[in-house]
């Protein structure tokens, strides 16, 4: 392990604060107060296999994890999973760290994806090829856009679980009364979004679009505009011809004239969810995590549909992997655990009819729960079929520092008024100078 690996992982350090990038509506799926454990039972037969589980879903998926590690527990004698919300998803990498450093890991956790890399090079996280092949399962078996954080060195070191992609959700209410189609370009969306404005003596009473304070929305715009966010080595940032400028002049423009509301840092995601649920704003880019929240509040004809392109369709994806542990002492029972969730309709696939994630699966895909939800639920669909453009542009072990920077370029830009190609090539700078160490 080198040493700026061991540094990062190894040590018991704090991670770096912030949103995660690819993680936006997170706040709803992870940082509820209320831990969501569940416990061995208490009459745990003699010879019994415990595996340690650590997740990082609060709340309502919390329960729903937790019922699904539930259902493992009772359909299995010899194994005893025992699930433990670990706090957002920052926080349980800084548990990971710490507990590696320990010699105490879990067996299998959730990690969010933009870190597998992190902990795949430092070499703790198992190779699960050999345990997929026992089972006769391969890597084909998982959508391609789910897979970009899965593979390193050539090994398969975690798998898809909790996902999500950003998409476009609009109150179609607001839109047809305005005569207005559901915009597919950018082009269209400024034009929508300028449409749907109402000032009320000069102030702006409701605004066209918002998402909330992340990095996930301009990397997804950067791609739109056909730039990347890394060049294809991870040596240096992507958007060499003017796709960064782009896609903050465009926010820019849009914010000018309140087409655009760009909330406060703290709190966004649910400030934007109770602006689109009130009909402050017409349409906003979320992720697909809280579709179940919007359409429950929503008292209007709630659609969603896909990000709109520039020169291009292109999405980051977000969510959370399941990963094992190289430390651990019960690999085969942990492997049972997690092929039952990708394989077993009592498993990940009714996780997903429960939560609103992404299904994960091809299987899961083309069956009968699956495609009954699409049929009553197009909206549920959208996001699954937007997987077709997904990109992974930030895929870097320095991506969690570098991650930081981008945030001081967005927050300067959008908050500052600070000129973009200024901050931009102060960003890129120290990006470069993160990527080189």
Not at 110 to 117: H, S
Not at 225 to 235: C, E, L, V
Not at 296 to 309: E, Q, R
Not at 336 to 362: A, C, M, R
Request: glycine share 6%; aromatic share 10%.
């Amino acid at each position: 392990m080198n040493k700026k690996l061991s540094a990062i992982v190894l040590a018991a350090t704090t991670v770096i604060s912030g949103v995660l990038a690819g993680c936006s509506g997170t706040q709803s799926e992870s940082s509820a107060p209320t831990p969501s454990t569940t416990q061995p039972s208490a009459s745990t037969p003699a010879g019994k296999t415990t595996v340690q589980f650590w997740h990082s879903l609060g709340g309502k998926n919390g329960e729903y994890i937790s019922a699904m590690i539930k259902r493992f527990n009772d359909t299995h004698d010899n194994i005893e999973v025992v699930g433990t919300f670990q706090g957002s998803y920052d926080e349980t990498v800084t548990k990971l760290q710490q507990s590696i450093a320990a010699k105490t890991a879990p067996d299998i956790t959730m990690l969010e994806r933009a870190y597998v890399q992190m902990f795949a090079e430092a070499e703790v996280l198992e190779d699960l090829t050999p345990f997929m092949a026992k089972t006769n399962t391969s890597k084909d078996d998982f959508p391609e856009g789910l897979m970009g954080h899965s593979v390193f060195n050539d090994k398969i070191v975690s798998l898809p679980l909790n996902r999500s992609t950003p998409i476009m959700h609009i109150n179609k209410t607001m839109l047809d009364e305005k005569g207005l189609a559901i915009p597919t370009t950018w082009e269209e969306l400024k034009k929508v979004s300028e449409a749907l404005v109402v000032k009320e003596n000069g102030e702006v009473k409701r605004y066209g679009l918002s998402m909330p304070y992340d990095t996930w929305y301009p990397i997804a715009m950067i791609s739109q505009a056909g730039g990347k966010f890394f060049n294809d080595d991870a040596t240096s940032i992507g958007f060499e011809k003017g796709e960064g400028v782009k896609a903050f002049q465009y926010l820019k423009d849009l914010q000018s004239t309140g087409a655009l509301y760009y909330p406060p840092a703290q709190d966004s995601g649910n400030i934007v969810n109770q602006m689109f649920t009130s009909e402050k704003i017409g349409i906003m880019f979320q992720s697909t995590g809280v579709m179940g929240t919007v359409k429950s509040n929503a008292k209007f004809d709630y659609v969603t549909a896909f990000l709109p392109k520039d020169v291009t369709f292109a999405t980051p994806t977000g969510g959370a992997n399941i990963a094992m542990l190289t430390d651990s002492s019960k690999k085969d029972a942990a492997w049972e655990f997690i092929n039952w969730v990708n394989t077993d309709p009592q498993g990940g696939q009714q996780f997903i009819l429960d939560s609103g994630y992404l299904p994960f699966t091809k299987k899961m895909v083309e069956s009968e729960p699956i495609k009954e939800l699409w049929a009553k639920d197009p909206n549920r669909k959208v996001a699954y079929d937007q997987l077709q453009y997904a990109v992974d542009t930030n895929k870097d072990v320095a991506w969690p520092q570098i991650m930081q920077e981008f945030f001081k370029a967005i927050q300067a830009i959008m908050y500052d008024n600070k000129p973009i190609e200024p901050a931009l090539d102060t960003f890129k700078k120290e990006a470069e100078r993160l990527l080189s160490e």
